[in-house]
């Protein structure tokens, strides 16, 4: 019988370096490779053909105003709302509509 020498004053990851768990039905799904990209899907994971109209810069500012518009909301105490997308000619119009607010038993009277 031969002897197996442990070596001291490793860390974890040092010690599990060449430890590989065996393929079972738990870990299988880990070990997948994802599909192959088709010719169309060319670009990242959830992209879609919508957001190529959009640069990198344009979804920057719109973010940006976005966010100015959910700001002013907010300090008029309009939290509850939907944007609602309008094109007018060349023009395509984000507008911030109040939802339908349910009154609550404190506002009836």
Known sequence: ?????????????????NWREPASFET?????KPAA??????GRE?????????TPQL??????ALLDLK?????EGIVDYEIKVVRQGHQVIL????????LSPKSRS
């Open 1 to 17: 019988m031969s002897k197996i020498k442990i070596k001291k004053n490793l860390s974890d990851q040092d010690m599990l370096a």
């Open 28 to 32: 299988a799904i880990h070990d997948e």
């Open 37 to 42: 990209q088709t010719a169309r899907g060319k």
């Open 46 to 54: 959830g992209e879609s053909f919508h957001s190529s109209f959009l």
């Open 59 to 64: 979804q920057e500012k719109v973010g940006r």
């Open 71 to 75: 700001l002013a909301l907010y300090k």
């Open 95 to 102: 507008m911030a509509v109040p939802k339908d607010a349910k």
